[in-house]
């Protein structure tokens, strides 16, 4: 009944987003910059809970950096970033993540030499923050989790192989599981389909849609696919130079003249994202 | 105050032999990524070839040079095309250890030919001039002047010989520059073989400033860490403030805190070099390449 | 030797052939013990297997952060130094007896990896190392004029203890203690953890781990456990001076035990320092005056052309330079480019 062992929580929340609703994950006005580039300049955006979020933007248009910045990977040049209600601007990165918020990478980051079990388990630290635990054997709730995201993923056979020694698909496979591990409440998806075979795609499709409809799962997908943001997302946000472009319904979105500039506008052509 | 402008003229006088002496330690890393730990060896190689020609041909040391030069620059072409090419691509583990290797055994065999014994290379250059009550020995105005005149050369062949561009291309991008047709392997050599005869020539330079001996090499590598880490990588200007800076602060802790003498400078070194790092780990010049990137 | 690596794998025979080995290295000194005048062992063989110990101790400690955490650090031995002047200034100056003289080296060479290990941890790749080599240099030379306390350089004279079966089995058990405690942390989250840092610490710290505390947490552990040893070698040796304590290399000497017998692997050090142990025995009685040159060889060739050590002939013979030729000489090639392909899209 528990595909992956999630802990079953009140039953189907509303999938739609409440426009009321405080947003799960705000920015005010985020800016980053590189030197002298401008890499994000005054970007406001917001994730309300249960909401499938798409990010699109021509390539080098502030997408991943935008992450990084959440995460806190990067520091913010000016802005804030509120992650339910909280100011994190100033949160280290395990910070965030204990907060419940979780990513996956455009170039893919398992621990290579570790195997496909251990990543799973390393990425929900079930001592919280207490350096005693850490010598504790995990708890058989977080072994099931693990065992249940596994077999969900097809990465059952791979489970005691080194996650270096796993195809590319299924290394981002991995990746998808790492973020889920700690049942996070929003999990941002940086390129999740790139290198993954169709029907796998569609898979991943099916399992977003049922953690946020059943579980309350937030999500906010880069995405390359626009199939992918346009059968999943409400609402996608558009980004290019740094700046917002426009932000609506999928389908607003793909008629909003701007975004079909930016995409294969004058200087454009040799951009292949759509 | 005279004892100090005193203290501050020979830390000055320090950190241009200090400039001259990191210049090859710092372009090999900026170039190759290379991390020399045999720098010091080279300084104490070339210091050696000195002392030989001088105390058997009577040659004047600082003549020297055009023997060390040309001699080191073999040396450095053929290490690279035997031991350090085979380092370049690989984790920085193995070329440190690789590099401390070589350091052990140049070290080594150099006390097994010359023994242990620190030995001291005479100048005619051997006076003083006054300015005022200061005093500036000859031999290391000599050391300063030449070290500015290594700089600016060097400076001039990175700027403005083809060969110059390509090793800075190489430093910047090595699949570009190897896409425009750079022979990145003869560069690397090359390069290579101009900084070890450059260090080595900081070795001629320096001996007839102070008494050499086989393990003199260790401190200088650390101190030639300290001031790429400071000044970035491969950057000259860079090179010239961070061992100015060295050089005074070294010069001053031995003048002004009693009981201490100059065992303290490689402390002092290395405090400078983890408050640099904590806090601007970019380096204070800039340079090739940022010190962060690897 | 593929076989080899089966049946060894197959059937465990590391812990078997392990706790042979400890087995018989504890049974090795007892009948002189017992019976002084039956002596099966002589006094310089008991010497040298402790400075085995000592340094089993000190690669499997260093292990723990250059092996296991992938923060190498060229100055380890600072903590050596502390442990032995920790404790040598307690005895000789302080007059105290030779166990409490040791917690006090032990516990200040980890309070010393805390307070240094908060800075220079935040540095990457060599900058930490160089920086390690830095403090180690720096320490010597602050021991060397902290005169009044320290001895400066000429040196500190321990009260003698002569009774080598106990150093020998002291030594022993804490080689023993170290190296099942590294098996031990190697599966613990805790150790997963360190290699997770190794492989892709801004990725670990976006999962949630608090890097800096677990970086810090297993160096002062592991300058806990040198410290221990710097002790023990003080009181062993009833002299100490900056020169001898702070040697300039021995630091790299355990680094390159470590990379002999295999980088972060739990019996990589054990492997590693035996070989090299026995091999500078060989060394020193044939060409005492080369010795070190020869080892400055040893070091680059085993560094060019055995970077994976001899647990990693054992584990994977193809993933070394060495394990190819041998795989080449037996005719199995480099495994088919298609195989790989092959399970990519059976995904």
Redesign the interface.
């Known amino acids: 009944m528990n595909p992956f062992a999630l802990p079953t929580r009140e039953a189907a929340a509303p999938s739609a987003p409440h426009p009321e609703a405080a947003p799960l994950l705000e920015g005010r006005n985020v800016t980053k910059f590189f030197g002298g580039l401008a890499a994000l300049n005054s970007v406001d955006f917001a994730v309300y809970p249960n909401e499938i979020m798409g990010l699109i933007g021509p390539n080098g248009s502030g997408k991943t950096t935008l992450f990084d910045c959440l995460t806190r990977v990067q520091h913010v040049s000016a802005g804030e970033i509120y992650f339910k209600g909280v100011d994190i601007t100033d949160y280290k990165p395990y910070q965030v993540a204990h907060l419940g918020l979780a990513r996956t990478f455009q170039v893919i980051r398992v621990y290579k030499k570790l195997t496909v079990w251990e990543n799973m388990l390393l990425s929900r630290q079930w001592g919280g923050l207490s350096m005693r635990k850490k010598f504790h054997t995990p708890p058989a709730e977080t072994e099931d989790r693990a065992r249940g995201l596994v077999s969900f993923l097809l990465l059952d056979r791979v489970m005691d192989e080194q996650a270096g020694n796993l195809s590319g698909g299924q290394q981002r496979l991995l990746e998808i599981g790492m973020a889920l591990m700690p049942d996070p409440d929003l999990i941002l998806l940086d390129e999740a389909t790139s290198g993954v075979n169709p029907t796998l795609i569609e898979e991943i499709k099916d399992r977003i849609r049922t953690l946020n409809s059943q579980y309350g799962k937030a999500f906010l997908l880069v995405e390359h696919n626009i199939h992918f943001i346009s059968d999943l997302c409400s609402r996608v946000f558009v980004l290019n130079y740094g700046q917002k472009l426009a932000e609506g319904s999928p389908d607003e979105i793909m008629e909003n003249e701007d975004v079909i500039e930016a995409y294969f506008g004058a200087d454009g052509g040799d951009d292949d994202d759509w | 105050m005279d004892q100090l402008s005193q203290a501050a003229i020979n830390g000055v006088m320090l950190g241009g032999f200090y400039a001259v002496m990191v210049l090859g330690f710092s372009i090999i890393w900026g170039v190759m990524g290379v991390i020399n730990l045999a720098h010091g060896e080279f300084v104490m190689v070339g210091a050696y070839i000195t002392w030989l020609l001088s105390k058997q041909l009577g040659w004047e040391p600082f003549a020297t040079v055009i023997v060390v030069f040309p001699v080191m620059f073999a040396v450095g072409y053929a290490l690279q095309h035997g031991l350090i090419n085979r380092v370049i691509d690989r984790p920085y583990l193995i070329s440190l250890l690789v590099t401390y290797g070589l350091s052990i055994i140049i070290a080594n065999a150099t006390k097994i030919i010359f023994t242990a014994t620190p030995r001291t290379v005479d100048t005619a250059f051997s006076g003083f001039w006054r300015v005022g009550d200061v005093t500036v020995p000859i031999t290391k105005t000599i050391v300063l002047i030449a070290a500015l005149i290594i700089m600016s050369g060097l400076h001039l062949f990175l700027q403005y010989t083809r060969l110059g561009k390509s090793i800075r291309a190489a430093a910047q991008n090595r699949e570009a520059a190897r896409i425009v047709g750079i022979e990145i392997k003869y560069v690397y050599a090359i390069t290579f073989a101009i900084c070890i005869a450059l260090t080595a020539v900081a070795g001629t330079l320096v001996a007839p400033t102070q008494p050499i001996y086989p393990f003199m090499g260790p401190p200088l590598t650390l101190k030639a860490f300290a001031i790429t880490a400071m000044a970035g990588l491969g950057s000259i200007p860079g090179a010239l403030m961070g061992g100015i800076v060295l050089g005074l602060v070294e010069v001053l802790i031995a003048t002004f805190v009693p009981g201490v003498g100059t065992n303290l400078g490689i402390v002092s070194s290395f405090v400078i070099l983890v408050v640099v790092l904590v806090t601007r780990p970019q380096g204070l010049f800039g340079g090739l390449k940022p010190a962060g990137a690897h | 030797m593929r076989t080899l690596t089966e049946i060894w794998k197959r059937y465990k025979l590391g812990p078997l052939v392990l706790i042979l080995l400890v087995l018989f290295l504890f049974l090795l000194p007892l009948p002189r013990w017992l019976a002084p005048e039956r002596k099966l062992v002589s006094n310089s063989l008991l010497f040298s297997l402790t400075q085995l110990f000592m340094l089993v101790t000190l690669a499997s400690d260093w292990n723990m952060t250059g092996g296991f955490t992938g923060y190498?650090d060229?100055g380890h031995a600072v903590f050596f130094g502390i442990g032995a002047y920790g404790a040598g200034v307690m005895m000789a100056k302080a007059g105290w007896p030779f166990v409490p003289a040791l917690i006090v080296g032990a516990v200040a060479a980890a309070i010393f990896a805390v307070l240094i290990g908060s800075?220079?941890l935040?540095?990457?790749?060599?900058?930490f190392?160089?920086?390690m080599?830095?403090?180690f240099?720096?320490m010597r030379?602050?021991v060397?004029?902290l005169r009044p306390i320290t001895g400066g350089g000429s040196g500190l004279t321990l009260p003698p203890y002569l009774n080598r079966p106990l150093f020998y089995y002291v030594t022993l058990i804490l080689a023993v203690l170290v190296v099942a405690f590294v098996w031990w942390l190697r599966r613990?989250?805790?150790g997963?953890?360190l290699?997770?840092i190794?492989?892709?610490e801004?990725?670990?710290?976006?999962?949630?781990?608090?890097?800096t505390?677990?970086k810090i947490?297993i160096f002062w552990i592991a300058a806990f456990f040198t410290g221990i040893v710097g002790a023990l070698w003080a009181y062993q040796n009833t002299f100490i001076d900056p020169d001898v304590v702070f040697f300039?290399?021995r630091t790299?000497e355990l680094?390159?035990m470590t990379?002999l017998g295999g980088l972060?692997t739990v019996a990589g050090p054990v492997i590693g320092v035996t070989v090299i142990y026995w091999l500078r025995d060989i060394l020193w009685s044939n060409f005492l005056?080369?010795h070190?040159?020869v080892?400055?060889?040893?070091?680059?060739v085993i560094?060019?052309f055995f970077?994976e050590g001899i647990m990693g002939l054992l584990n994977d013979p193809s993933a070394t330079s060495l394990g190819r030729l041998w795989g080449r000489y037996l005719g199995e090639g480099p495994k088919d480019a298609y195989q790989?392909t092959e399970?990519?899209?059976s995904?």
């Open positions: 190498i060229f800075a220079t935040r540095l990457k790749g060599p900058y190392s160089i920086a080599l830095g403090t240099v720096a030379e602050i060397r004029v613990t989250q805790f997963a953890t290699v997770a190794r492989e892709d801004v990725g670990a710290e976006m999962r949630g781990i608090n890097t505390l677990h947490t300039e290399s790299i680094v390159m990379m972060g005056q080369f070190l040159l080892e400055g060889v040893l070091l680059i560094v060019l970077p790989s399970t990519e899209t995904v």
